[in-house]
């Protein structure tokens, strides 16, 4: 991570084409699309380096698993991320995500999954193919059943890629990126920040679960609230080296592409009745390997307006523990600890709002902010990104 003990914290003397409030995966993709358009840029950010929800995931671009619009927005998001590892010499393989399949009923799930939308979009895999990912040995395959390989799905170093973003963007002509400095308040064409006014003709809001601060209506209209992750970096067994995301049965009860299958419903019946214990967190057991070998493990989910700085131990041993189980080793040894925190809400995963002339907020709301993130930018900047409505929750 760029750890560069004096960022740039000036403010432009001229006025920008663009303003973007947040330094954050969505607001840096944003000003990559508008300086790709030409446009000069602004980005304000309070903190002196991204340290957010950006820096704190997975670093899976999770295509596949979207449905409907989103699956269109995140295919586009792809592109872009392609794009950008080009120009700021991004690490990003196209290593795509391996769903494991440890039941009859988990590889119905990817097989009806593979039936819409083709085998070039899911490819089956078998039991020792998946074990052999898993760096298994041939004796220690006999739990699995399958899995599937979702070749579209794309792999970053989250820790790495917003801040060499950011170096790069601040690198372009046209390109200020002020660091600690915090937005006090916005109107069209002006962000009254701590070091003073910034003017724009356009003026994006990319703060994630904290538009409550500048926009306290609009956030408790959307239902947002702060989604808190257990999330741990461990040691990588010495025969794992996949760099494909790593995807389990709880992975997919969480994203749509899967829930939407036949065989969903059966499935957390089966999860319900051997690991509700896992149900009972909102896991999503999953894992992916950085560049230097290490792997990043977790995840669980709890949701509040405000969230509490403590982590419960008992839920990362947990995660820890079936995360062991799906490699197929007796345990891992933890490296790091760290609690994941972004927006989320019941009412819908994106919130798009005008909430001033030239001004709108753009907040993430179902933790998929760097599947999508450089998807919305297009989209911004080509017009076809409507305001949404909030709705009722959804189940």
Known sequence: MNNASAPSTALPRDRSDL???GAGIVGLAHAFEAVRRGLSVTVVERDRRPVG??????????????????????LRSRSGWVDAAKSAGLWAPEAGALVVARSATELAVLEELRDERG????????????????????EGRADLAGGALLPADLRVDPREAAPRLADWLAEQPG?????????????????????????????????????????????????????RLSMARVAAPDAFRTDS????????????????????????????????????????????????????????HAYDATEIPFQDEATTELLLREASRVLGVPSVRVTERWQG??????????????????????????GIGMTLSFGLAAATFDGSLVETTSGPEQD
Request: hydrophobic share 40%; glycine share 8%; aromatic share 4%.
């Open 175 to 227: 390109v200020t990126i002020s660091w600690g400095t915090n937005v006090v308040g916005v109107e069209s064409g002006t962000v009254h920040t701590s070091r003073g006014p910034v003017h724009g003709d356009r003026i994006l809001l990319c703060v994630g679960h904290d538009l409550d601060r500048l926009y306290p209506t609009e956030a408790e209209a959307h239902g947002i609230e702060r989604c």
């Open 19 to 21: 303003v973007v409030v």
């Open 341 to 366: 925190v972004y927006a989320s809400s019941a009412r819908g995963p994106l919130l798009v709002r005008d909430v001033a002339p030239g001004v709108r907020a753009l907040s993430v709301t179902s």
């Open 119 to 138: 085998t070039d979009a899911v490819r089956m895999r078998t039991r020792d193919e998946v074990g052999e990912a898993l760096g298994r040995s041939a």
């Open 245 to 300: 995301a790593v995807l389990t049965a709880t992975s997919m009860l969480r994203y749509d592409g899967f829930t939407a299958m036949p065989s969903a419903d059966r499935l957390r019946a089966e999860v319900t009745a051997h690991s509700p214990e896992l149900l009972d967190v909102v896991a999503n057991v999953m894992f992916t390997r950085l560049p230097d070998g290490t792997v990043l493990v977790g995840d669980s």
């Open 53 to 74: 929800a950006s820096v704190r995931n997975f670093g899976h671009c999770c295509v596949t698993a979207q449905r409907g619009e989103l699956l269109d927005l995140a």
